[in-house]
């Protein structure tokens, strides 16, 4: 199975920051299809997990677009370009290349 | 607009089996799949299975001993069972759709207790 490496584990920021989050798989996530299916999720306090970015780098719609999504084959990256009070949460990769499908551990953002 | 439902029992005993629908609107069950996850309380998400849009399944390695999903086209709906519940299965299950895992359900809280 595939294993998605989050880190880091937590994260503190200030209002206005920009911080980034990393997601390494332990096997190229590059479909035969051509399409990389990384996606990236939040979860706020108390509610299921909205999706923010999706197939690396596509930004979902209705989500700001201080979130941005990069990376290739192993190693991927979730940028937030100032935070905001409303992103606090935990931020899930989660791939759907390789069945069965696997979700990194989270990383927590906390707002300082 | 797209919505997706849980439905269950909210309590369990160990060892019994646990029976969770997944209603679903706003699309077609043939037209994008379906994926079951799960949250312990506290802990992160976990991949559960998936229904095809084709009817293919595909499970958890760790659950595919105990689980089995269904479905029935005609009522929307996607069906999870799992058996030989134990207190580690405790937790909150959501149903989300399609390839990119673009909506989720409210989440059904499942608790294993005798």
């Known amino acids: 199975d595939v294993v998605l490496t989050q880190t880091p584990p937590t994260l503190s920021a200030t209002i206005g920051q920009s911080v980034s989050i990393s997601c390494r798989s332990s096997?190229?996530?590059?479909?035969?299809?051509?399409?990389?299916?990384l996606h990236w999720l939040l979860q706020r306090p108390g509610q299921s997990p909205q999706l923010l970015i999706y197939?690396?780098?596509r930004l979902e719609s209705g989500v700001p677009n201080r979130f941005s999504g990069s990376g290739s084959g192993t190693d991927f990256t979730l940028k937030i370009s100032g935070v905001e009070a409303e992103d606090l949460g935990v931020y899930y990769c989660v791939q759907g290349t390789h069945a069965p499908f696997t979700f990194g551990s989270g990383t927590k953002l906390e707002i300082k | 607009q797209v919505q997706l439902k849980e439905s269950g029992p909210g309590l369990v005993q160990p060892s019994q089996t646990l029976s969770l629908t997944c209603t679903v609107s706003?699309?077609?069950?043939?037209?994008?799949?379906v994926h079951w996850v799960r949250q312990p309380p506290g802990k992160g998400l976990e991949w559960m299975g998936r229904?095809?849009?084709?009817?293919?399944?595909s499970y958890n390695s760790a659950l595919k001993s105990r689980l089995s999903i269904s479905r029935d086209t005609s009522k929307n709906q996607v069906f999870l069972k799992m058996n030989s519940l134990q207190t580690d299965d405790t937790g909150t299950y959501y149903c989300?759709?399609?390839?990119?895992?673009?909506?989720w359900g409210q989440g059904v809280m499942v608790t294993v207790s005798s």
């Open positions: 096997q190229s996530l590059l479909h035969s299809n051509g399409n990389t299916y």
């Open positions: 197939l690396v780098s």
């Open positions: 229904m095809r849009y084709n009817g293919d399944t």
């Open positions: 989300t759709r399609g390839q990119v895992f673009d909506y």
């Open positions: 706003g699309f077609s069950l043939t037209s994008y799949n």
